[in-house]
């Protein structure tokens, strides 16, 4: 285990303006932020950045999705942060999302699901690379 994951605030959250929100409940449950910005991905980015679902049947509607609009992307620190953020934001579904995660507050359906939470060490440390030079961190 190590410390560090990877989150964006995805197109529907940043849209329906709930970035502030969301920001804040990050921070109340104990996350750092080491980067942090606001950007928008081309379709082509948000294709290499979901690479690994490419032969899911919903690729097309998530790199459409994905693309469609400004997101929030930043790497978090705390101790257990991949584990301990996939808790904070609930499962994929809102409609399996326990009461109070981010997901079941303010996700709108599977794909729309208002935040992405980094799986695994490895993934985190490939997501925040993807995004993030070494200046742009602290
Ligand atoms: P996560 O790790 O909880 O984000 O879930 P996955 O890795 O399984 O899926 C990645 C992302 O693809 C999800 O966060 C959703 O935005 C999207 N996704 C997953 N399943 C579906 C689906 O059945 N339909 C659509 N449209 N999008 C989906």
């Not at 964006?8 to 929100?21: C, E, Q, R």
């Given at each position: 285990?190590?410390?560090?994951?990877?989150?964006?605030?995805?197109?529907?959250?940043?849209?329906?303006?709930?970035?502030?929100?969301?920001?804040?409940?990050?921070?109340?449950?104990?996350?750092k932020?080491?980067?942090?910005?606001?950007?928008?991905?081309?379709?082509?980015?948000?294709?290499?950045?979901?690479?690994?679902?490419?032969?899911?049947?919903?690729?097309?509607e998530?790199?459409?999705?994905?693309?469609?609009?400004?997101?929030?992307?930043?790497?978090?620190?705390?101790?257990?942060?991949?584990?301990?953020?996939?808790?904070?934001?609930?499962?994929?579904?809102?409609?399996?999302?326990?009461?109070?995660?981010?997901?079941?507050?303010?996700?709108?359906?599977?794909?729309?699901?208002?935040?992405?939470?980094?799986?695994?060490?490895?993934?985190?440390?490939?997501?925040?690379?993807?995004?993030?030079?070494?200046?742009?961190?602290i």
């Open positions: 285990m190590t410390n560090r994951t990877f989150t964006m605030i995805k197109p529907d959250a940043f849209g329906n303006g709930h970035t502030g929100a969301i920001l804040q409940k990050i921070e109340a449950a104990g996350f932020f080491i980067a942090l910005k606001l950007t928008k991905l081309s379709a082509e980015k948000a294709g290499e950045f979901y690479a690994v679902h490419a032969a899911r049947p919903f690729y097309g998530l790199v459409e999705f994905m693309s469609s609009g400004p997101i929030v992307a930043a790497i978090l620190e705390k101790d257990n942060a991949v584990e301990e953020f996939r808790k904070l934001i609930g499962a994929t579904n809102p409609a399996n999302a326990d009461e109070g995660t981010i997901r079941k507050i303010f996700a709108e359906s599977i794909g729309r699901n208002a935040v992405h939470g980094s799986d695994s060490d490895e993934n985190a440390a490939i997501e925040g690379n993807f995004f993030f030079s070494g200046f742009e961190r």
